[in-house]
């Protein structure tokens, strides 16, 4: 017969670790602790074949426990982590890795360093290619460490530079931090994935030794290769390095499009608008009035002067020029249903009128253009803005009366 | 120790042949005086050596030398027996009768104190000889198949674990068990000879406390073993240094569960019928066991009025629960149910409360309400019983009790310094295991705050313990139940006229198990509250004295004596 509430090692277990969750959720570190005491005797049986077995469980809820525990010393924490490493091979790099990543949470730099490299060399039959990611991620986080080295030296070099020092050891290890660095990096970015700081990193010591081509070639990879994972900052990492090498124009639209097209809210945006807004080529322009539109229905950027002020710019241009108006037509279709109250509430006229004058101005322009200068917007501001004698006020007020036949147009 | 001179040629110098007999080694004659395990303390120098035809040698190089699993069972034994003595148990117990209990089943299993000891066939298994022929044993059980036959109370996973890497070591080198006869004693099929497990050493030391009735209930004695006052887990770390154990012994000695009541029960009745005892010593209403005084205790420890005991005392007289024929233990009568006298009296209260309360969540309160009242014009003697005030003090201390024990079950400890290793090859594996835990322990244990010393509870009779000096009213001895009674016809009657059974029909108990299915939903939670209560102190399931209850109201109820019970299967919500 099946006694079901028999109280047998693991039941007696699953409870005690379940104390220990509750304690942890609830940070008594005391507490526990106390219950991982009596936890820890799983380990000697643990053959299980469960997702987290005991040695897994003890490792992660220790270090949980130990990092946020009053008492606990860093020392103590590395013997507890050298112990961890001994209990499963098959967790082995995993150990290595993030007990490598508290060391740098501590600024323990060299520590870290010196675990990764024993970590690196470590060899262990076929686990060795069971656990080639994390041995991977080692690796490429050495690389970074010697990154850091290096960018140490660097600075190390150009302060004695400036002082007249020649510092041959200096720059010996420096080159020497680079080629340790730039191997391992280079190996990492190959494999699909977001390596962000580890691409950046690169780049600067490619660029630093000239290669420049060699840097545009891995950003190319990082932000064209299909089968890396979308990543708006690889664009963005692109076009900083084009427009750092005075790259053509056709370049660093193209690197931004795209940009436009994954992040249409991202803050380069901007520039974006601003690069194609001056252009001669009408698709340019047509692309540049879109993107700053875009811009617009994200909420972060309802208050921001600048963004406002390009839109005002180009619809402006386009209202003077009386050609092209269809394309604030297309553009104000899909908005016409909501952005009068998303961004030209009576409400809101009031607001930007007492925080931001500029942001009104910008905004009461656009308005009196999209809504014509009967809309709640316009006329609350400008006659505010004319009450208080502010000239630009004025003249804005005089524009949008000009120009209402333009708002016809464009409503019609 | 066989010390006679021998017949033939005066001299004392002994060995055992395979049947188990003495023979002289000078002259070999053979005697009928067979090998008798009598001694408690194991001694090793005992000059007695077998015939090794056949009979495998253990290796001696750990200092370890042959011992048979009954001899390792005896030595739990006499351990358990010695810490019975300490609680205050008779010595009698140790020194007569279960000594007299084991030898019976030792004689009865054949295992000593026969012609033919069991241990003779040993020889047929010997899956680990290194010299035996491969070709010429037809039938070698392999390790795998001994460990998935015998019941196994750890993880079986981790076992097979063990012994398919132990399998994986060549044959010759692997030693199955540290006993003669661990492997024969997993491997043969026991059903009709009983083989002996580790709880069963509970049930042999509770049918000893039986025979001499000695104030202890089977709840009360596993409810010391768990506590640590009586050796049980990890017992096996006492057996002498020359005891070597590993292999097949550990899943004969270490156990890894706390024994359950109804194992412990069932065994001892099986026993009791294999070892052809006679009727037990009468448990009449004298004894400690008898349901009045049972009751009594309980109703103490359940801060219930004194003056229930009344009214347990004749429900217990109603139903004929109280007399020497039924109470009294006779083994192998399969006609009477056996008596639990624990949960019967724990379940006699029950149906007590439920003749004065009705306890369907509804009319134990009004009662107390219109106790209550009455209580603000009783001025002259005690006070008058209130259910609410009852529940109220007993539900605080019930939780805050029943929360320290969850938390202790989940910290137990179940392994020892002493440690355990299948096979030689795991022993530094092991030792290498132990060494971390022990770091580790030290390590989180400084961070635990408070040191908190394992302490064992001492031991005592009593769970739970109300004293009327205490002036916060927090004690119920004393009240009295007229709050909650009429008076008809010059006698005290309850004035809940109404009943609820908890079934309106028995289960037949060899079909599932149970005579009744509890279910916590299907009943009121004031009843629910009560069984949770005497679960508690037990350490039972509420659904075990549940049955027991169903049991007591159908020969309560059987010839309808009690007027007008309304009949309410109990289904409520």
Redesign the interface.
Same mark, same amino acid.
């Given at each position: 017969?099946s006694?079901e509430?028999?109280?047998?090692? !693991?039941k #007696?277990k699953e409870?005690?670790l379940?104390?220990i969750q509750d304690a942890v959720l609830q940070k008594q570190? !005391?507490?526990a602790?106390?219950?991982? *005491?009596?936890y @820890?005797?799983s380990?000697?049986?643990d053959?299980? *074949?469960e997702y987290m077995g005991p040695s897994e469980i @003890?490792w992660r809820i220790?270090t949980e @426990?130990?990092c946020h525990?009053s008492? #606990?010393s860093m020392k103590?924490f590395n013997?507890?982590i050298e112990?961890m490493k *001994?209990?499963g091979v098959k967790r082995y790099l995993k150990v290595c890795l993030e007990h490598a990543f508290h060391l740098l949470c501590n600024g323990l730099i060299d520590e870290a360093y010196h675990n990764l490299s024993l970590a690196e060399s470590w060899r262990f039959g076929e686990q060795t290619a069971i656990q080639d990611k994390e041995m991977k991620l080692i690796q490429a986080y050495r690389g970074l460490l010697d990154y850091y080295s290096w960018s140490k030296q660097k600075t190390i070099l150009l302060e004695h530079d400036q002082d007249g020092f020649e510092d041959l050891s200096v720059e010996q290890e420096m080159h020497s931090c680079f080629r340790k660095a730039a191997v391992n990096l280079k190996e990492v970015i190959k494999i699909p994935g977001v390596w962000d700081l580890f691409v950046k990193c690169y780049v600067d010591l490619l660029e630093f030794y000239g290669d420049h081509n060699e840097a545009r070639q891995v950003l190319n990879e990082y932000a064209y290769n299909s089968k890396f994972p979308a990543n708006p900052n690889a664009h963005v990492y692109l076009y900083q390095f084009l427009k750092r090498h005075g790259e053509s124009k056709k370049s660093l639209i193209s690197a931004l499009k795209i940009l436009h097209d994954i992040v249409p809210s991202h803050e380069l945006m901007i520039d974006f608008n601003t690069m194609l807004q001056k252009s001669k080529k009408r698709k340019r322009r047509r692309l540049g009035l879109e993107v700053i539109f875009a811009v617009l229905d994200y909420a972060g950027w309802k208050e921001n002067v600048k963004a406002w002020s390009c839109l005002a710019r180009q619809v402006k241009q386009i209202v003077i020029s009386e050609k092209h108006l269809d394309w604030i037509k297309q553009e104000w279709n899909s908005r016409k249903d909501w952005w009068p109250a998303f961004h030209f509430s009576r409400y809101l006229a009031k607001t930007n009128w007492q925080e931001n004058e500029s942001l009104s101005y910008e905004k009461a322009l656009v308005a009196g253009i999209l809504l014509g200068k009967d809309c709640k917007y316009f006329k609350y501001v400008s006659h505010q803005g004319c009450k208080a004698q502010v000239k630009r006020f004025r003249i804005l007020k005089k524009f949008v009366n000009k120009h209402n036949p333009a708002y016809l147009r464009i409503s019609g | 120790d066989f010390n006679e001179r021998c017949a033939q040629c005066s001299e004392v110098n002994w060995g055992l042949t395979d049947g188990g007999r003495f023979y002289c080694r000078s002259c070999h004659n053979v005697t009928e005086r067979t090998r008798e395990v009598v001694n408690a303390d194991f001694v090793s120098n005992v000059r007695i050596q077998t015939i090794s035809k056949g009979l495998r040698k253990q290796e001696k190089t750990d200092g370890g030398c042959e011992w048979y699993v009954c001899e390792g069972f005896q030595l739990v034994l006499k351990k358990q027996a010695e810490a019975l003595e300490a609680l205050g148990v008779h010595p009698q117990m140790k020194d007569e009768i279960l000594c007299n209990f084991w030898r019976r089943y030792l004689q009865k299993s054949k295992q000593a104190y026969c012609n033919r000891p069991a241990g003779e066939t040993v020889k047929a298994f010997s899956v680990c000889d290194s010299s035996t022929d491969v070709d010429s044993e037809p039938e070698r059980p392999s390790l795998l198949h001994l460990l998935s036959l015998s019941e196994s &109370?750890?993880?079986l996973?981790?076992d097979c674990?063990?012994a398919s890497s132990t399998s994986k070591v060549s044959e010759s080198t692997s030693v199955c068990s540290g006993s003669v006869d661990g492997t024969w004693y997993l491997m043969k099929n026991q059903k009709d000879k009983l083989r002996m497990t580790m709880p069963m050493t509970l049930s042999f030391c509770y049918m000893a406390l039986l025979w001499l009735r000695e104030p202890m209930t089977l709840s009360d004695l596993l409810r010391f073993v768990v506590e640590g006052h009586i050796p049980y887990l990890n017992v096996f770390q006492h057996f002498p240094e020359k005891m070597k154990l590993y292999g097949l012994d550990l899943k004969i000695f270490c156990v890894?569960? %706390?024994p $359950?009541y &109804? &194992?412990v029960y069932s065994k001892m009745l099986e026993l009791a019928a294999f070892l052809d005892l006679p009727r037990f010593p009468d448990i009449t209403d004298s004894c400690f066991l008898h349901p009045d005084m049972l009751c009594m205790k309980y109703l103490m420890e359940a801060n219930l009025p004194d003056e229930l005991h009344n009214w347990t005392c004749r429900v217990v007289k109603k139903i004929c629960i109280g007399e020497v024929d039924f109470l009294t233990l006779v083994p192998g009568n399969k006609s009477t149910r056996n008596v639990k006298y624990d949960v019967l009296a724990a379940a006699v209260i029950v149906v007590v409360l439920k003749l004065l309360f009705l306890l369907d969540d509804h009319y134990e309160w009004l009662l107390s309400d219109f106790a209550e009242e009455r209580n603000k014009n009783n001025k002259e003697g005690g006070p008058y019983f209130e259910f609410k005030k009852w529940y109220k003090v007993i539900k605080c201390s019930l939780d805050v009790e029943q929360k320290k024990l969850? &938390?202790e079950?989940?910290?137990?400890? %179940?392994?020892c310094e002493k440690p355990l290793f299948y096979s030689a090859q795991k022993k530094s594996k $092991?030792l290498k295991?132990?060494q971390? $835990?022990v770091?580790?322990?030290n390590?989180?244990?400084?961070?635990?705050?408070s040191v908190?010393p394992a302490e064992k509870p001492n031991p005592s009779s009593f769970q739970l313990r109300w004293s009327e000096e205490n002036t916060d009213g927090s004690c119920f001895h004393g009240h009295s139940l007229k709050g909650i009674l009429q008076e008809k016809c010059g006698l005290l009657t309850a004035m809940n006229p109404d009943y609820w059974l908890c079934t309106v029909k028995l289960c037949t108990e060899k079909l599932c198990?149970h005579l009744a299915h509890y279910r916590e939903v299907d009943f009121p939670q004031s009843y629910h509250f009560v069984l949770r209560l005497f679960s508690f102190l037990l350490r039972v399931?509420p659904s075990y004295i549940h049955d027991e209850v169903c049991v007591i109201e159908h020969k309560l109820f059987n010839k309808k004596l009690y007027k007008k019970p309304k009949y309410n299967t109990g289904l409520r919500k």
């Open positions: 017969s006694h509430h028999k109280l047998n090692f !693991k #007696s409870a005690c379940s104390y570190w !005391k507490r602790a106390e219950f991982l *005491t009596f @820890i005797e380990l000697e049986k053959f299980s *074949t @003890i220790g @426990i130990l525990h008492h #606990s103590e013997s507890f112990q *001994t209990l | &109370e750890g993880d996973q981790t674990s063990f890894e569960s %706390w $359950v &109804e &194992e969850d &938390e079950r989940a910290k137990y400890l %179940w392994r $092991v295991r132990r971390m $835990v770091n580790l322990q390590q989180f244990g400084k961070l635990s705050g908190r198990g399931e």
